[in-house]
């Protein structure tokens, strides 16, 4: 697989398409509609922490979360395909779009799940998945989520510099725009029980 380090701009990305790719109507496990509107009251944020088959596994069994989707966020190249994503031409990272109700689960609760289920310190990289597209990241649906995110980070850090490890490389953000994944990558791991999971924790344990 062609891998790149190295972000590409928005003036040299892949033109991509106004259509957005086919994906089912609802979500596998929950039966929940998979693209907006979404339940009422409900939040959004997405989470990028490597490949999104073993994510989106990891918040689809928080209580409180609805909806999970793989998606590609973060990148400049419209309804990019997954071979596009992986060319590094697109500037995309692998997202999980997370629909929550926070009357049940908090985003503290699933900021907990998202450190603690990565390494956030390998950069264009996660274990032996290697390019842009595997970068970690929090992209935000507004504001107030960015600065409780931003907090996040911060407290973070002194955890993982305790135990050896660098300063964290990820992406904290408002979402400028994400897409849908294929169909095949939607709930993967639930189609697919025996497939593909790379995540591996650094051992640390956060506030939720």
Known sequence: MFFSKQMVTRESCLEGRSEP????????????????????????????????WGAERRFWQQNGVSVTAAVYVGGYTPNPTYEETCSGLTGHTEGVLVVFDPKTISLASLLKVFWESHDPTQGMRQGNDIGTQYRSGIYCNNNDQLQIALASRSAVQPRLTAIGYGSITTEVEL???????????????????????GLRGTGIQCEG
């Open 175 to 197: 979402a400028s725009g994400y897409y849908y994944a294929e169909r095949y990558h939607q709930q993967y791991l639930a189609k697919n029980p025996n497939g593909y999971c």
């Open 21 to 52: 790719l086919e994906i089912d109507d609802f979500h596998y496990i929950n039966k929940t509609p998979m693209r907006p509107p979404f339940q009422i009251d409900s939040e959004l944020i997405i989470f990028a922490m490597g490949c999104f």
